[in-house]
């Protein structure tokens, strides 16, 4: 059978969104069908399933004794619709950038409730958040407590440090290692960056910042994390007197992205983050802290599917290549880190599968491929629809507008309703910043 996982309740892992329903072979995602939604908002098509989002956010508030405890990371996604969504369940939310800021703000987000992000932020982006009132910056490096303190925000400041735990996931997404981009190392760096942090006027330096990395399925890493946590907040709080009252741990919980993967569920991730970090500040004499998660793929992930129509079937001798209207640029996991996905047609969810199909992308690159070995049904056919499921974290924030394609649209689907939250762009967005060679705006013809 072509089939993707069935949501089941108590279960993990599960592929499709938690509002998703099987109608005779159809599948429904908040009480919409798949298929007619691809009709009426055009493919590709990032669909959101609200109640996954909702239910996600609240397991972890309920770990963490509270909906403000749990930032979430915009990374993952982020647009005005889901900073209301987010500020409706009384979540915080971490920005990396200028433009993540900005779309909390469009969308009336409380500046109380975000934590700005990044391990280059420019002076022009602290002046930014410093002016909005964002709650929490977390430092980054000596560069940056120094534009700190020319900035003068008043916020709560915490340090970011590298515990040097080196996570399984794959390279480009692990942070939190030795020699990592990021952060400080728990040593003396870390404890000098605190030194600085505390004498900075008009800030209040509340903790400390971790995250060891994306996708990790390892709790243990997080164990072994927490000691290195606890060890340096006790060399801080004998060498400089500082106690710290929060601490946040970061993201990076895995999820499911085929039948095959096995995930710890978020509640017992959450669990033994909270418990590693408490355990470990009992071991070394220190008061509990407050602590905070920032999930972003957790929440998002699990939520989103994305539907893509078939173009063409080309079958060679050895290899059958289905190109569907989508590929690396609105989701360039599988080329970025070699992400496996799992394809199926939202239509006839329990048909048999045919032989093994290579699901190629529309982009001008062999590597556009989506999957290399897609169970797709028997006699697929242009026009046929295919869904990849999880692709709600790190698709649409990463796509790209190669080959001068739009980015898909992206729709909320909650209780039968379907809501456009992001338009899908056209040409005449792909040339509202170009300019003729005499500087005049270029503008679309079609
Ligand atoms: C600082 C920080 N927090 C949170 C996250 C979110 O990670 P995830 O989406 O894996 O939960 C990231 C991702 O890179 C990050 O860099």
């Known amino acids: 059978m072509a089939t993707a996982s069935r949501p089941e309740p108590g279960g993990t892992p599960v592929l499709l969104p938690d509002g998703a329903e099987l109608q005779g072979g159809r599948l429904a995602i908040g009480g919409c069908d798949v298929g007619a939604l691809a009709a009426r908002f055009g493919t590709p098509l990032l669909i959101l399933d609200r109640a996954t989002i909702d239910h996600r956010l609240a397991e972890f508030a309920g770990v963490l004794g509270g909906p403000e405890r749990v930032v979430y990371a915009g990374k993952a996604l982020l647009c005005v619709a889901l900073c209301e969504l987010l500020d409706a369940a009384g979540a915080s939310l971490d920005v990396g950038s200028a433009g993540e800021l900005a779309t909390a703000l469009a969308a009336g987000f409380p500046a109380e409730r975000i934590v700005l992000h990044g391990n280059n932020k420019s002076l022009a982006e602290l002046e930014t958040a410093a002016h909005h009132g964002v709650g929490r910056v977390v430092l980054d490096s000596f560069d940056e407590i120094a534009r ?31 020699g990592s981009k990021f952060g400080f190392p728990t040593g003396p760096h870390a404890l000098e960056a605190l ?102 793929r957790a929440i998002v992930g699990p939520a989103g599917v994305t539907v893509y129509t078939v173009g063409t079937v080309k079958r060679l001798p050895g290899r059958t290549w289905v190109a569907v209207d989508g590929g690396m640029a609105d989701n360039p996991r599988p080329m970025l880190y070699g992400a496996r996905y ?94 003729h060679l005499d500087g005049r705006p270029a503008g679309w013809r079609g």
């Open 195 to 296: 030194r600085r942090a505390l004498a900075l006027p008009g800030c209040d330096t509340v903790g400390v910042h971790l995250h060891l990395g994306s996708q990790i399925v390892d709790l243990d890493a997080f164990a072994r994390a927490a000691e290195r946590i606890a060890a340096l907040l006790a060399r801080a709080r004998d060498e400089l007197g500082f106690v710290a009252s929060e601490i946040d741990a970061g993201g990076g919980f895995g999820i499911a992205y085929t039948p095959d993967d096995r995930v710890p569920p978020p509640e017992r991730a959450a669990k033994a983050v909270v418990g590693a970090l408490s355990g470990a500040l009992r071991r070394a004499g220190l008061p509990e802290a407050r602590i905070y998660l920032e999930p972003g």
């Open 148 to 178: 700190v303190a020319e900035v003068r925000p008043r916020c709560r400041l915490l340090v970011r440090v590298t515990p040097g735990v080196a996570v399984e996931t794959h390279e480009f997404i692990r942070t939190g290692q030795e």
């Open 342 to 435: 799992h394809a199926f047609d939202p239509t006839r969810i329990d048909a048999p599968a045919g032989s093994p199909v290579s699901l190629a992308g529309r982009y001008c690159e062999s590597g556009d491929v989506l999957v290399h070995d897609a169970a797709l049904p028997e006699g697929v056919a242009p026009g046929d629809l295919v869904c990849l499921a999880a692709t709600g974290a790190y698709t649409y924030a990463m796509a790209s507008n190669y080959n001068r394609v739009g980015r898909p649209a992206v729709v909320l689907v909650d209780g039968g309703v379907a809501t456009e939250i992001v338009a899908r762009e056209t040409p005449a967005d792909l040339l509202r910043l170009d300019r």
